[in-house]
């Protein structure tokens, strides 16, 4: 009979083969995944985010929340870099003024008031990591204030600087992405892992459950749900409440790739085989059962995380996840609901491209993790 | 008379390399025999030994990154008008309509696992009806008829039934039946059976093989015959190409390769299988090892780690080539070079 | 046990196994796949016996049930333990299980699945020391390395995973995770037909091997016959989840007593071209165990059959001393056998005979 061949097996060039002996499992997923192109740069791009997300206040110049009326609506500024030759970042000063006959807002830059840029210049007070008190920034201005000179990607209708909300909004619809996915993980494990460890009626009663909870048009429950939500409510507590709305439904899927292993892993002759040599429940759970299947959950986790974050942003888009004036992308993408505002400032629409760059990337990451989980094939 | 000596296929020196990230796979290197008309060939090696490959490349199957990179495969025909008398099958454009042509009405191929190679989702007579729609100038009445005809010649029991029936509702004997219906659907001259009774049980086996030898009883086609199993090869065939790692090391008919085989690896192999007449519970003739891995591909003789006869010096550094030995028998061995 | 014989090692009395069917949306029991029905027999202290028939016979079940891996529907597995104690297995819970589990071991028969891919042989050969109480890391290490020795594999492996091994090399290690705890019972589910021709000598040659040296008992399942004849000392032919006949390996081999043992016996083929002298292949296919035929489950595929085959069920009887049969027609039936010594006459093949065995 013709034996299988795994792909590790294939894998096996004669002078790195003692190396791929000894390689546990987890080497050999990375030796996998790292020939995958678009996951290598999808991860990439995600640590960008993330680290964009703990420095979110350092990158920022403004503070988000403050609104300049003289400077409402301003397009994008352009940052020069080169001064008469020379290394000297600025941005030239600008005047706002109305139209007299259209009425219209427009800007005049004054090419002789140049601004220089300085990095680690101080700016509005923050906490960094939410602990440490500080003024500094990447970049700012030395004299007068950030909020009424640097405008990188322009401000909105009340005058607030796109680039710093921007930030804001990656640190909240981000974390809220891995808040829900940590929830849905929890979930999906332990009802997954009960309806394929317990089988027969629990697993029916669980997987009944499933099918009803994913037979609800997502869009709607979540509208009904939020739209409970007490409008008193601090920020803070809207922000779990949105989470654990996202991963009611997020759950599901997660269960569903548990169990599945479970039922796969139970029929494999290795965890009988731990059985025969006298193994307890849990040392072959732990032991056996769960060290097989962590990788497919990672691959099914990552997975899931562009999904959390579509849902926040679509759920805050219509009004009915995060609210002003706490911000994320969702929020900030409803600025940009009205035709007029995106014919007026169609900068307004920038903040899709972080939510299109981010879902690709994890979804680029997910496909490579999931292709590599099983170094295998079994 | 000269007729009779030409064989229907002839394959020479084929190679067929898988290009892969990891480096080349050369799962058929120097593969070379004849398929005589109305006899059966049986091509019998140990996994990666590239029989497989070998008859996807003749029905020019072979899925990328594999590649016929040297040698022909000869498919000979009657001369007639301006057709020539043989087609090199490696020439054809895999999918062009001359190769399609040949796939559907000279060679067909059953394989191993009925159930995969069935569609689960039409019945068994759609598949059949389409078949033969493909190859015959008939209308679906009369392929229906032709269809139930087919099923009733493989020893499908109430066959006008089993037209309706869906390939997951037959045992495993049934479906390999009705795989061989289809592929005797185009009348082939030529049917390659790629280790058609693996999946089956025993006393199955044995159907499905009576049912290929009575087949090519009645149509006179050629079979090659793909397995593992010595004792099928004994059973079935009357020439045997042995193979080890995508090479031929032995050929001849089936008596002399059973009864006075050359290569060491063919005595090596004969020994070392049980068999339901040798004396019990003593310890068997063994090949020390195991088949390495393609990758891992030994230079020289290819069996050279392996083989109780090995010439230090010689069988690491060179290659052998297929060389007559006695009348009937080609071995590819060292042993046999000088003589 | 009547007389002053010593009990076997290994009593199965009316082992029953029955598998619901269900379907629809609240699972409810439609019927039964009779798995394995009512199978009796006994293994000796270091014999081998083989459970051999086609797939879905029951010989699987039949094992993993004296094993306990599952739990059988009815019926007794007394196995004699180290102490000379007999204990009912077959209806004891997981926890009651766990300290008898070291004296029956399992050979798989994947011997891709049956290790498990995350582990190095240190742990997965290590595990059942680990877990039967040798806590102490050198001494496991050193008893790991003895046994990978007693296989034939280099000691040196150990920190290697099994995907550094060829299938032969790996049901090795799965043969010395067997051993670790010094079984008594070896229970092997066709171990070597998953692998390649030339390596299934090594294997069978190993195991017969450490019989010898440690006096193993091996309840041998498998459906290749030429293996079995090979293997084993008794034979138990299975059809349809029962014996319908189990005798001493040369008789079954040579006078068979129920038609399906000598149909199985014409069907296996020969390597040999010399002996093509097909008998008439079995008709029809395997019986479906959810829903078996009436009377004896053979008869619809029996050349022998008559009028009571198809009505009355026939029971497993002694026909000669212990030679069993299930047969209504087992006393008036001359079944042929396989030739004896045909492959012995034989001229020994070609001039590598010597060499060959040398070198194993």
């Known amino acids: 009979m013709t034996e299988r061949i795994l792909p590790v097996e294939a894998a096996i060039a004669p002078e790195q083969g003692e190396r791929i002996f000894v390689a546990s499992q987890w080497q050999l997923m990375w030796w996998r995944f790292r020939k995958h192109r678009l996951a290598m740069i999808g991860a990439v791009a995600i640590i960008i985010f993330y680290l964009a997300v703990i420095g979110a206040d350092f990158i920022s110049y403004s503070d988000p929340e403050v609104t300049e009326a003289n400077f409402s609506q301003m397009p994008p500024q352009p940052v020069r870099l080169f001064d008469g030759g020379a290394f000297r970042p600025h941005v030239l000063g600008v005047k706002g003024a109305r139209d007299p006959n259209t009425f219209k807002r427009v800007f005049q830059t004054d090419p002789n008031v140049k601004i220089p840029l300085r990095f680690f210049a101080r700016g509005y007070k923050y906490e960094f990591l939410g602990i440490i008190p500080t003024d500094r920034h990447l970049i700012g201005v030395d004299e007068g204030r950030a909020e009424e000179t640097i405008f990188l990607l322009g401000t909105d209708t009340l ?40 089988g027969g009626a629990v697993d029916t009663v669980i997987q009944r459950l499933i099918e009803i909870l994913r037979s609800i048009p997502t869009i709607p429950l979540w509208m009904g749900l939020a739209a409970g939500l007490p409008r008193n409510w601090t920020v803070l507590q809207v922000y779990f409440a949105i989470t654990i709305i996202i991963s009611l439904v997020g759950w599901t899927e997660l269960a569903r790739v548990v169990r599945g292993r479970f039922l796969a892993l139970r029929e494999e002759d290795f965890v009988m085989a731990a059985e025969l040599s006298g193994c307890s429940q849990w040392r072959i759970i732990f032991r056996h059962l769960v060290p097989s299947f962590m990788s497919h959950i990672i691959a099914a986790t990552t997975l899931a995380l562009p999904v959390m974050i579509i849902s926040e942003t679509s759920l805050s888009f219509l009004g009915l996840g995060i609210r002003p004036p706490a911000i994320s992308w969702g929020v900030l993408l409803q600025d940009a609901q ?3 505002s995106v014919a007026l400032s169609p900068w307004l629409l920038i903040p899709a491209i972080p939510v299109i760059a981010v879902i690709l990337a994890f979804n680029f990451v997910g496909d490579g993790l999931r292709d590599a989980a099983d170094p295998y094939g079994v | 008379m000269e007729n009779e000596e030409q064989p229907i296929l002839s394959v020479r020196n084929l190679k067929t390399f898988f290009f892969m990230d990891e480096g080349t796979v050369r799962a058929v290197e120097d593969a070379s025999f004849d398929v005589e008309p109305g006899k059966t060939l049986g091509i019998v090696g140990e996994s990666g030994c590239g029989k497989s490959v070998t008859v996807r490349s003749i029905l020019r199957i072979v899925e990328r990154p594999g590649r016929i990179v040297g040698g022909q495969i000869l498919l000979y025909r009657n001369a007639a008008g301006d057709r020539p008398g043989h087609v090199d099958l490696t020439q054809l454009e895999a999918n062009g309509p001359e190769m399609l042509a040949i796939r559907g009405d000279e060679i067909a191929l059953v394989f191993q696992e009925p159930m995969t190679s069935l569609s689960p989702v039409h019945t068994i007579g759609n598949q059949l009806i389409e078949a033969i729609l493909l190859h015959r100038q008939v209308s679906r009445r009369e392929a229906r008829e032709i269809a139930a005809e087919l099923l009733h010649q493989v020893g499908i029991p109430r066959p006008a039934g089993r037209l309706e029936e869906y390939s997951f509702q037959l045992s495993g004997g049934l479906r390999q039946r009705a795989m061989i219906a289809i592929a005797l659907s185009c009348d082939p001259r030529l049917l390659i059976a790629d280790e058609p ?16 030898r009575s087949l090519q009883e009645e149509r006179g086609m050629a079979i090659i015959l793909i397995t593992h199993d010595l004792g099928v090869i004994a059973e079935m065939a009357d020439d045997v190409v042995v193979m080890y790692l995508g090479q031929t090391v032995e050929k001849g008919p089936v008596d002399d390769i059973f009864h006075a085989p050359k290569h060491p690896y063919t005595q090596s192999l004969l020994q070392s299988i049980p068999s339901i007449h040798s004396r019990p519970r003593v310890n ?6 195991s088949v390495p891995h393609p990758y891992n591909r030994p230079s020289g003789c290819p069996f050279h780690p392996r083989c109780p006869e090995y010439i230090v ?24 070079e000088d003589a | 046990m009547s007389g002053g014989d010593k009990q076997p ?18 699972r409810r029991k439609i019927g039964l796949v009779r798995a394995v029905d009512d199978v009796s027999f006994h293994v000796e202290e270091g014999e081998a016996l083989s459970l051999v028939g086609e797939s879905g016979c029951g010989k699987t079940t039949t094992a993993r049930c004296v094993l306990r891996a599952i739990k059988p529907t009815s019926g007794e597995i007394l196995f004699r333990t180290e102490e000379d104690t007999v204990i009912d297995v077959s209806g004891l819970s997981r926890r009651e299980l766990r300290p008898l589990r070291s004296q029956m071991q399992m050979i798989f028969q994947d011997p891709v699945s049956s290790l498990n891919p995350r582990m190095t042989l240190f742990d997965i050969i290590g595990e059942p020391l680990q877990v039967n109480g040798m806590r102490d890391r050198q001494q496991r290490i050193d008893r790991v390395e003895e046994l990978l020795r007693l296989v034939g594999l280099p000691p040196e492996y150990l920190q290697r995973f099994p995907h550094a091994f060829s299938g032969g090399q790996r049901q090795r290690i799965g043969i010395a995770r067997a051993l670790a705890l010094n079984p008594r019972l070896v229970v092997a589910d066709e171990p070597v037909s998953a692998l390649d021709v030339s390596v299934q000598a090594q294997i069978l040659n190993l195991m017969l091997e450490l019989q010898q040296q440690f006096g193993l008992t091996y309840l041998f399942v498998a459906h290749d016959l030429s293996v079995v004849k090979h293997f ?12 319908v006949e189990m005798a ?36 029809g296919d395997v019986a479906d165990p959810a829903n078996p035929p009436s009377g004896c489950y053979f008869h619809p595929r029996c050349r022998y059959a008559v009028d009571i085959c198809r009505v009355e069920p026939p029971k497993l009887e002694e026909l000669d001393k212990d030679h069993f049969v299930s047969c209504h027609r087992a006393h008036e039936l001359t079944l042929e056998g396989v030739m004896v010594g045909t492959r012995a006459e034989r001229q020994p093949i070609a001039g590598a005979v010597s060499q060959v065995s040398s070198k194993a």
């Open chain 3, 232 to 243: 084993s000392d008794r034979v138990a032919v299975m059809y349809v989840g029962q014996i």
């Open chain 2, 313 to 336: 010096g010689t069988c690491e550094t060179r290659a052998p080539s297929l060389a007559p030995v006695g009348e009937r028998q080609e071995a590819s061995c060292f042993l046999y």
């Open chain 1, 338 to 340: 009205s035709l007029q």
């Open chain 3, 9 to 26: 090692l290994l009593q199965v009395k009316n082992l029953r196994k029955l598998f619901p069917i269900r379907k629809g949306l609240l």
């Open chain 2, 284 to 289: 068997l003739p063994t090949i020390s090892g």
């Open chain 3, 248 to 283: 001493p390996s040369e008789t079954l081999f040579n006078a068979p007593g129920h038609p399906y043992t000598e149909a199985l016996l014409s069907a296996v083929p020969q390597p040999d071209p010399r002996l093509r002298s097909r008998r008439a292949a079995l008709q």
């Open chain 1, 159 to 198: 005058g607030r600087d796109l680039w710093s909300r921007l930030m804001a909004g990656t640190r909240v619809s981000l974390t809220i992405g891995l808040v829900s996915v940590a929830l849905s993980l929890f979930l999906g494990v332990l009802f997954g892992g009960l309806s394929g460890l317990y």
């Open chain 2, 197 to 212: 009774t693996t999946a089956l049980d025993v006393t199955t086996q044995g159907q499905i093989l009576d049912l290929l």
